[in-house]
């Protein structure tokens, strides 16, 4: 993760339910599968992973990638990196510590493809990120990234029913009423801010995932996803609105999200 990010993401905790999680759960899967069919990564030389949390998408890389390639996983959680650096033997994958935002200066260039699954949008520094990746990429290197519909204004995300009980659980704690205060994601002003690194959006596709509402769930058990919903609540009230929330939902219901994926072409 990135500056603001980096404390909420720090930490063993976090890294450990992180990295059950998308090992066990199909969602995680499901989206690094799309997001290296999209990055074309048969012919790639050399791949950067923003935001490579303990590896999973770096792993997907490597499955793709021809045997003379490399991948550099960059996070700023020293304990993601570490969990990534164990589990991947790959020896043609390495990982650094660091900022997305300080990514120019952390890795070496040049690189012909760049992926970020489930990471961008929580970089508060986007505009840094972008111009670390325009120094870094060489002409006509691809970068593919993902973001939840919901994080997207007119994304036709429907609500589902564990977030609307988790809402009211929150809401009931907390003595008033439940704002979310994440920033919303707008392709078109993204694709503007692109522009003058040098990154062209070329391709902005949706994607639905279908699965059963209690891989949501479990999402939330990472500390560092439940936290940004929850600042005004303490550790117990946190635990206690989750399980509210998981005793009003079933987690066998079937649910959909929807994903944007967005490819950029460095000019």
């Known amino acids: 993760m990135d500056g603001m990010e980096e404390g909420r993401w720090r930490g063993w905790q976090n890294a450990e339910i992180y990295d059950r999680f998308v090992r066990e759960r ?13 990055a074309a990564l048969e012919e790639a030389r050399r791949v950067l992973d923003l935001g490579c949390g303990t590896g999973a998408t770096t792993q997907a890389c490597l499955a793709r990638l021809p045997p003379e390639a490399e991948v550099v996983g960059l996070d700023a959680s020293a304990e993601m990196v570490e969990v990534a650096r ?21 890795v070496e260039g040049p690189f012909d493809r760049a992926v970020s699954n489930a990471a961008f ?28 519909a919901e994080r997207v204004e007119s994304g036709g995300a429907e609500i589902h029913p564990f977030q609307v009980a988790l809402a009211r659980a929150i809401e009931a704690r907390q003595g008033a009423p439940f704002v979310s205060n994440a920033t919303p ?19 902005c596709e949706r994607l639905v995932w279908r699965g059963a509402q209690g891989e949501l769930m479990e999402l939330m058990q990472i500390p560092a996803m439940i936290r940004p919903l929850t600042e005004e609540l303490d550790d117990a009230a946190t635990r206690e609105a989750l399980l509210a929330a998981r005793e009003a939902t079933d987690p066998a219901e079937r649910v959909e999200v929807p994903w944007l994926y967005l490819t950029l072409l460095r000019r």
């Open 86 to 106: 164990a589990q991947t033997i790959d020896p043609r994958a390495s990982f650094v510590v660091a900022d997305a935002a300080d990514a120019a200066e952390a």
């Open 121 to 148: 949008w929580q970089f508060p520094r986007r505009d840094r990120v972008l111009a670390a990746l325009g120094e870094l990429l060489e002409s006509g290197a691809r970068f593919v990234l993902n973001v939840p």
């Open 26 to 38: 199909g969602i995680y899967r499901w989206l690094n599968e799309r997001l290296v069919e999209r």
């Open 185 to 203: 994601f707008d392709p078109g002003a993204f694709a503007a801010q692109a522009r003058p690194h040098g990154l062209e959006l070329v391709a």
